[in-house]
């Protein structure tokens, strides 16, 4: 408290619980940046989440919203079928790289394409976590995991995969755009991201889909502070941070209103 | 929709999209595979004049995924694949299974194993019944033997599926899925409320608590808990066994056969009848919950078993474990690639009875 104010309070849609995350990963910022633009944008109650597969499954304990659970990579296909279902909910999937960008590569590239009215919240920490730090599309060339122990190599494994880049060049995206949250300026420039992920399906736009950078110190065998400095100096560089698709700015700029 | 009592002559996947329109199927998820592709086409013509959902799915994965999704929301919905498909979707139908979600999957299978033909076979039969998926779950398992049944089965399976909050298959084949039979609609349900509160159905939380649909089960004892819970859920099915028995009264051989394949071996047992044989035939219309009960009943007064497949015997082992304690079953396996005909079970039949011919 600071002059009697509070200078932190819980968004209502976050469970007051402790998170099983490791210490540092930062699984537990993105949650709180969904759960903020949930309360924010008054989405909670209509709200039906995708749970996905790895550390990003247990959402549902952190979220108080309706939710599923997906198999693995299959969280946009089942979130095509809730909302073609029930086309007034904000449907939302949460998924990290191997999940997304891996087995679940078509079912992501095609729920974008068909512009479900959707978001896609992307965890991007270059790492299988919860099964033990293997090899993901997305870890870097030189990059060691338990399944690339000699660091990974372009030539055997191909180069990390940009899925922003990806998303953003399909015709049913609406809002594109990759964020980190490694440091006080990104953390606020990646809840402007997320809120309007969130805000371009629930215009009928088409699909929203933000990446996050974030951290895995366990896997990367780092302290946390080494994890931040690590996305600033090798991540970022390479996953250049930006919107790369926003029609809702391109529909503002032509002079079409739009909320939000 | 279709006008109660009204007569036509349609296509067996004809029939099955009728019923399941009539039945209130909300959504449809497809994709193209032979011998079942009039049932997406049909879908893609019907469901969006009536407001309802048809996605042609980028693979049976994706399908059967988005299956799952609208199951979890509680409408009703429903996918379909021949034999290849339906290993694609096996994913899926586990997790449905094991967060025991309300689905209609239809499987009018072909040839295999592998990419086998686009003929009609029985060689999905274990999947079908044993559990295609990964887990211990079980589906219903509903294989009509005419295009009538197969029209009036497909409505019993989106009742079944909420009932029992279960994934339901219609087995059918490229027999079922392709020949045309007069048919006798009945009764469209109204489900144009698509947004029903069911008590376990997302509908997004509005002033309740969160609900969470879910088969992870990693707290000390949860899974045992939702395992046993499940297997009692299944004992309880038994009440919804379906068969036919015809001539089996005064029969001292009982042919067992489903489906398509049931129907033919009918048409050879009414031959035979003419001639004097005893014969008579069990055709099972769950699959599961199977008819052991009745079948036992049958071995217990003397019957003697020929089960008779379009595989290389797979439903027999089921007949046989139910009539086990007073006789066996025969076998007799028509192989895929070739589509028989009732005389093609004459000499199986003569022989099971002990008939020199």
């Not at chain 2, 449809?28 to 086409?41: A, M, R, S, V």
């Not at chain 2, 995924?65 to 509680?74: F, P, S």
């Not at chain 2, 144009?192 to 309740?208: H, V």
Request: aromatic fraction near 6%; proline fraction near 6%.
């Amino acid at each position: 408290m600071k002059n009697g104010k509070a200078a932190f309070t819980l968004p209502g849609v976050l469970a007051d619980v402790p998170t099983h995350y490791c210490p540092g990963c930062q699984h537990g910022v993105a949650q709180r940046l969904v759960a903020e633009c949930l309360d924010e944008l008054a989405l909670s109650e209509k709200a039906i989440c995708i749970g996905s597969i790895g550390c990003s499954v247990f959402i549902y304990n952190y979220l108080k919203v309706d939710c599923v659970e997906a198999p693995h990579g299959r969280a946009p296909a089942v979130a095509t079928g809730v909302k073609r279902a029930r086309p007034e909910a904000a449907v939302f999937t949460y998924q990290g790289d191997g999940d997304l960008a891996s087995i679940g590569m078509a079912e992501t590239m095609h729920c974008a394409n068909r512009g479900e009215r959707v978001t896609i919240i992307f965890v991007n920490n270059t790492v299988y976590g919860m099964t033990g730090g293997q090899m993901a599309p997305t870890t870097m060339v030189g990059q060691r995991t338990t399944t690339c122990p000699g660091g990974r190599c372009a030539d055997n494994e191909g180069e990390p995969i940009k899925m922003t880049e990806i998303i953003a060049s399909l015709g049913g995206t609406a809002y594109a755009a990759r964020v980190a949250v490694d440091s006080v300026k990104n953390v606020r420039a990646a809840k402007k991201a997320v809120r309007k992920a969130f805000e371009a399906p629930q215009n009928n736009l088409g699909l929203g889909f933000v990446e996050i950078l974030a951290t895995c110190p366990t896997n990367w065998k780092m302290t946390p502070v080494q994890a931040n400095k690590r996305i600033a100096e090798e991540l970022i560089p390479y996953f250049p941070l930006g919107t790369y698709k926003d029609l809702m700015w391109e529909q503002t700029a032509e002079g079409t209103e739009v909320e939000g | 929709m279709s006008t109660p009592g009204e007569r036509v002559l349609i296509k067996g996947n004809e029939a099955i999209c009728r019923g399941a329109v009539d039945a209130g199927c909300q959504c449809f998820f497809g994709y193209p595979i032979t011998p079942q592709n009039d049932i997406p086409e049909y879908m893609s013509k019907v469901m969006p004049n009536l407001g309802r959902v048809f996605v042609q799915a980028e693979s049976e994965v994706a399908a059967a995924n988005m299956l799952l999704g609208a199951a979890a929301c509680g409408v009703r919905a429903m996918t379909s694949s021949s034999s290849p498909g339906i290993s694609l979707k096996q994913e899926a139908i586990s997790y449905m299974g094991g967060t025991e979600l309300p689905a209609v999957i239809v499987n009018i299978s072909r040839g295999g194993p592998g990419l086998g033909d686009i003929g009609p076979s029985q060689g999905d039969y274990y999947q079908a019944v044993k559990g295609g998926g990964h887990g211990d779950y079980r589906q219903l398992v509903l294989a009509p033997g005419t295009v009538q049944e197969a029209y009036d089965l497909i409505g019993k399976a989106f009742d079944l599926a909420f009932t029992y909050r279960n994934p339901v298959m219609l087995l059918g084949d490229a027999i079922i899925g392709q020949m045309m039979e007069p048919v006798t609609l009945g009764n469209p349900k109204d489900t144009g409320n698509k947004s029903p509160d069911l008590g376990w159905n997302l509908t997004g939380k509005g002033q309740r608590d969160p609900r969470l649909l879910k088969s992870l089960h990693l707290t000390d004892g949860a899974l045992a808990g939702h395992n046993l819970h499940l297997r009692d859920k299944y004992a309880s099915m038994e009440k919804d066994v379906l068969f036919e028995n015809f001539l089996v009264d005064d029969a001292e051989l009982i042919v067992v056969a489903f489906g398509s394949i049931g129907r033919i071996a009918k048409s050879t047992i009414r031959k035979l009848r003419a001639s004097g044989k005893k014969v008579g035939l069990h055709r099972p219309i769950t699959l599961f919950p199977f008819p052991s009960r009745e079948l036992d009943k049958l071995a217990a007064v003397g019957k003697r078993f020929l089960t008779i497949e379009h595989n290389l015997g797979q439903m027999v082992d089921d007949v046989r474990l139910a009539v086990r304690k007073h006789a066996d079953s025969d076998f007799y396996g028509h192989m895929p690639g070739n589509l028989p005909t009732p005389e093609d079970f004459e000499q199986p039949i003569l022989a099971a009875l002990g008939v020199n011919s």
